[in-house]
């Protein structure tokens, strides 16, 4: 267990729908990323937050949104939804200090399927 | 960031050492080296990241040459488990502005042998 909690597992829905993919980070990780990891495009940085707040965007979609609550945990948004957006959704949490780098903590992801 | 380039697949045998290069020549002083895996549709585990002196950790060894253009991350002794994707980064250190995303190339596959 990373410490990096994300639900569900697996979602499978419709074209057309909006599903929500949850986030919680690591105990005292003030940081969330969202990854996409599809089968031809390998792991694309989606979005991050950083204390509630938007700190940078990667290749996210329109139809795509994310926010982080005051609990730190993050959700990500992906609505009218299209056959290309069948992919596993990583979420990861990091410490953010000054000076040196830290390495991030990924959770288990959510494999998402639209059909 | 610093492009890097690895190869796409290696075998190795299980109890042996696995070397994984990775080139970084256009590595800046203050970049550092990070190794991740990915074990078969896991989340991306962290190894190991370097700036410019030799790290070990209880996972791996990373050897970066002197002149920091390339770096090897070396598995002591394989095991099945440890097939997986290895990932090579070139990352700035954090800034305090907020923003670490990571940038994944197509890795190396690792096959251990048995």
């Known amino acids: 267990d990373s410490g990096v909690t994300q639900t569900p597992k697996h979602l499978i829905t419709a074209t057309g729908q909006r599903v929500t993919l949850r986030c919680s980070p690591r105990s005292g990780d003030l940081s969330v990323y969202w990854y996409q990891q599809s089968l031809d495009q390998g792991l694309q940085f989606l979005i991050q937050?950083?204390?509630?707040?938007?700190?940078a965007k990667g290749n996210i979609l329109e139809r795509f949104s994310a926010q982080q609550f005051p609990d730190l945990h993050s959700e990500l948004n992906l609505s009218s939804l299209e056959l290309g957006d069948s992919a596993l959704y990583f979420c990861?949490?990091?410490?953010?200090?000054?000076?040196?780098?830290?390495?991030?903590?990924f959770g288990s992801g959510t494999r998402l399927t639209v059909v | 960031d610093a492009k890097t380039t690895q190869p796409p697949s290696m075998d190795c045998a299980e109890g042996r050492a696995a070397n994984l290069p990775c080139n970084h020549s256009t590595i800046s002083g203050n970049e550092y080296v990070y190794w991740y895996r990915q074990i078969h549709s896991q989340g991306p585990q962290y190894i190991i990241h370097g700036l410019k002196n030799n790290e070990t950790n209880e996972m791996a060894s990373l050897i970066i040459t002197e002149d920091r253009k390339s770096s090897t991350l070396i598995l002591p002794h394989a095991t099945l488990r440890d097939t997986a994707v290895y990932y090579c980064i070139v990352r700035l250190p954090y800034s305090g502005a907020g923003s670490y995303q990571l940038t994944f190339g197509k890795g190396t596959k690792l096959s251990v042998i048995p």
């Open positions: 990861a949490s990091s410490v953010l200090g000054q000076g040196g780098p830290y390495g991030y903590t």
């Open positions: 937050y950083y204390n509630g707040e938007e700190r």
